[in-house]
């Protein structure tokens, strides 16, 4: 084992280790993983631009907030920054596009979309059912209380039954 193997496997056990970043088109090596406001700060973002992670292929760039969600980077990644606002997240609730500015939905906040009126009553059973969600679940049910990480695309199906 040389010196550098040892050094690279020392960083994973002890911290973060350093990957290289290219944001705006300039290299820069940052911590992984970080925190996505971290990313901001190291490329100088100004208030008010939206930062985006290239994807590959037929999708949309996935974009990056400005928050302390920690973010887990790729060696020679790519990002770029626009000063246009985020125009939100395009899902489907019930077979209707609802654009979104969040990226973290509740049940309750599902529900609203699906209905505009919710159903109530004390046999009402509420269930949300998704699947393209971002995250560690990318699809299941989603129970009153719990929320789901969304990105574009990510599909939901709401109903409402009477358990009488």
Known sequence: MNQETKHEEGDHKHGPHQVRIHIDRQHYHSPNPTKCAELYALAKIPVGNQLYRETHGDREDDPVFNDTEE??????????STNEPFKGFAIIVNARKKVVQKRILSFAEIVALAFETPPTGPNIMITVTFRKAAGKRHEGTLAAGEAITIKNGTIFDVTATDKS
Do not use: A, R, T, V
């Open 71 to 80: 973010i887990h980077l790729k060696e020679d990644e790519h990002f770029y």
